[in-house]
Nanobody
Framework: QVHLVESGGGLVQAGGSLRLSCAPS????????MGWYRQAPGKARELVAR???????NYADSVKGRFAISRDNAKNTVYLQMNSLKPEDTAVYYC??????????WGKGTLVTVSS
């Protein structure tokens, strides 16, 4: 059983910054990629940023230049540094882990609210 522990969400003013972190616990496994998705009210869940085991990253166009994803291999932890936040970044952010067998695991989500 894999659990993803997320932290770092909260309320911030537009233009501010937050850092999300996500660490898996439970069974040991090989990771293919980890990333962050978000879901705003009334909208579908969308990819925000993703980093593979080869450190290949990809970002949603809406966050390029503002968000940065990184990982600490020793801790199996992934971080999402979010700068220049906008009200439209308001959403529940979900951590995703894709294991080497392509099984997807999800965190419970952390709320990010950006006030104007």
């Amino acid at each position: 059983q894999v659990h993803l522990v997320e932290s770092g969400g909260g309320l911030v003013q537009a233009g501010g910054s937050l850092r999300l972190s996500c660490a898996p616990s439970g069974s040991r496994f090989s990771i293919n990629a980890m990333g962050w998705y978000r879901q705003a009210p009334g909208k579908a869940r969308e990819l925000v940023a993703r980093i593979t085991s080869e450190d290949i990253t990809n970002y949603a166009d809406s966050v390029k230049g503002r968000f940065a994803i990184s990982r600490d291999n020793a801790k199996n932890t992934v971080y999402l540094q979010m700068n220049s936040l906008k009200p439209e970044d308001t959403a529940v952010y979900y951590c995703n882990l894709r294991a080497s067998d392509y099984t997807d695991y999800w965190g419970k989500g952390t709320l990010v609210t950006v006030s104007s």
